[in-house]
């Protein structure tokens, strides 16, 4: 059988080759010379789906496509686009290098060196100087050079012999250098919204370059291909064209058209959809702001009570392939500050927790970890220990805290007696309730209250239990 997706042609215009085969008599053609997401891409920034913040009248970006920002007044002639993968990045460097007196070169940051940038530049400088010719370089995934690398790029960009399109997946103030950065225009690129991916695919259906309407969508396959591109237009329009060959494989087409008509379209199922593509792409790093993002709002959705945001977060790191012992130590760490004493056991769960991930591992640590996750996340809060703490370093740093009450002196040393250590010191059990009245603290720090219980859960208790103690201990302070 024709394959109908058959991408072994190379068009980075993605035209139609008029010597292609008609796909078994239905009008589509057999072998596409480049892949659906290519085939689409825009090209001209009116064409963009998405990222409307960035391609209003006079943006940056509006300037360097049409080259006005290499004749006007001076200013940022390189970015770096930031976001995640199918934002458009490559689709706006394209864009860019179609402007007038352009020469379009691109490199590859998995693949590319020193040597490789360096003579992208001498030729730069030559198509500027010799050619009256701007180049435009488009560097993927720059986040995977190193220093020394990226520190290449720089002449270039000072002097502006090429206009540098850097892209990242990563946040470039953790991975690009700050010579770099001060010197380039940072666009951050947001993920497409449903209706953005929904009108790219619909478009994909109906244009020439795409489907050319030879396929048709069930709506609830539309819903489940926008859902799972998760903001992604190169994975809508790469499952959308999987989605289209399962359909055709599977006699999609509702039937051969009349003599002298036009063909039937090839219907495409849900089911044709769902075996396309059955997974949504999770959005995640583990060395980069994601990585940081999607612990904090853990942690948050743990100390506001959400449980089901926690659940989620917690979920969304796990099917990233997160380590779930780091997941573990930041649980503990959010029993002892955000639950601490209005919920005793919750650290004894925490740490139970994470004894039983280094044991057992994944996939069955998810559900100890989820029931950790269960129980911090509905106990009653108070960070009050973790105040204390806090309160009682800043007092160190600010040097408080002189001399220790000499009864509180170790006196079993030679010598420590004649100097008065441990003279007057009361045994606590040797006293009603085991507590006695005596002073504890250095001089400049009796009456200083570093713990403050809060009325939540068990603290309620702690509280009263604890003004009775003070009123005991500190009887005789002022003598």
């Excluded at 009349?258 to 995640?284: F, K, M």
Aim: glycine content about 8%; proline content about 6%.
């Amino acid at each position: 059988m024709t394959d109908l997706f058959d991408s072994s042609f190379s068009d980075p215009d993605g035209g139609q080759d008029p010597a292609n085969e008609e796909w078994q008599g239905q009008g589509i053609p057999a072998r596409p010379r480049s892949p659906l997401a290519v085939r689409m891409r825009p090209r001209s920034l009116d064409d963009v789906v998405g990222q409307q913040h960035l391609l209003g009248s006079g943006s940056p970006l509006r300037l360097l496509a049409s080259g006005a920002q290499q004749t006007g007044p001076a200013g940022p002639s390189s970015v770096i686009l930031w976001g995640p993968p199918g934002t458009g990045k490559t689709t706006l460097a394209h864009v860019i290098a179609r402007g007038p007196g352009r020469k379009f070169v691109e490199l590859s940051a998995i693949t590319a060196g020193v040597k490789d940038v360096r003579k992208v530049m001498d030729e730069a400088l030559t198509a500027r100087d010799l050619h009256r010719r701007t180049t435009v370089l488009f560097l993927d995934e720059i986040h995977r050079f190193n220093k020394a690398q990226q520190d290449a790029l720089l002449p270039g960009v000072e002097n502006r012999w090429v206009v540098l399109i850097a892209a990242t997946t990563e946040n470039p103030s953790f991975s690009v250098v700050a010579p770099l950065l001060s010197r380039s225009l940072l666009l951050t690129l947001r993920p497409l919204t449903d209706d953005d991916v929904r009108a790219l695919v619909l478009r994909a259906v109906a244009d020439p370059r795409g489907l050319s309407g030879k396929v048709r969508l069930r709506e609830e396959a539309l819903d489940h291909l926008v859902r799972l591109a998760g903001g992604d237009a190169r994975r809508a329009l790469t499952t959308l064209e999987a989605a289209a060959g399962v359909a055709h494989a599977d006699g999609g087409s509702p039937g051969k058209a009349n003599a002298g008509s036009s063909p039937e379209p090839v219907l495409v199922e849900l089911c044709h959809a769902e075996r396309a593509v059955d997974a949504a792409a999770v959005r995640y790093d583990r060395a980069g702001d994601q990585h940081y993002d999607v612990i904090s709002a853990f942690i948050k959705s743990i100390r506001g009570s959400d449980v089901d945001a926690a659940l989620h977060y917690l979920a969304r790191m796990l099917e990233a392939g997160e380590d779930p012992r780091f997941v573990a130590r930041r649980i503990i760490i959010s029993a002892a500050e955000d639950i601490g004493m209005a919920d005793p056991t919750a650290l004894q769960t925490a740490v139970a927790a994470a004894q039983a991930v280094a044991l057992i591992g994944m996939p069955e640590a998810r559900i100890v970890l989820a029931e950790a996750v269960v129980h911090l996340a509905t106990a009653p809060k108070s960070n009050a220990a973790y105040l204390g703490i806090n309160a009682a370093i800043a007092d160190v740093r600010a040097g408080l805290g002189t001399m220790i009450p000499a009864p509180l002196r170790d006196a079993h040393y030679p010598g420590s007696k004649q100097l008065g250590h441990g003279k007057g010191y009361i045994y606590s059990h040797d006293e009603p309730h085991s507590v006695a009245a005596q002073q504890y603290p250095p001089d400049d720090l009796v009456g200083r209250d570093y713990y403050q219980p809060t009325a939540n859960g068990a603290e309620r208790e702690i509280s009263a239990r604890l003004t009775r103690l003070r009123g005991i201990i500190r009887s005789n302070d002022a003598k």
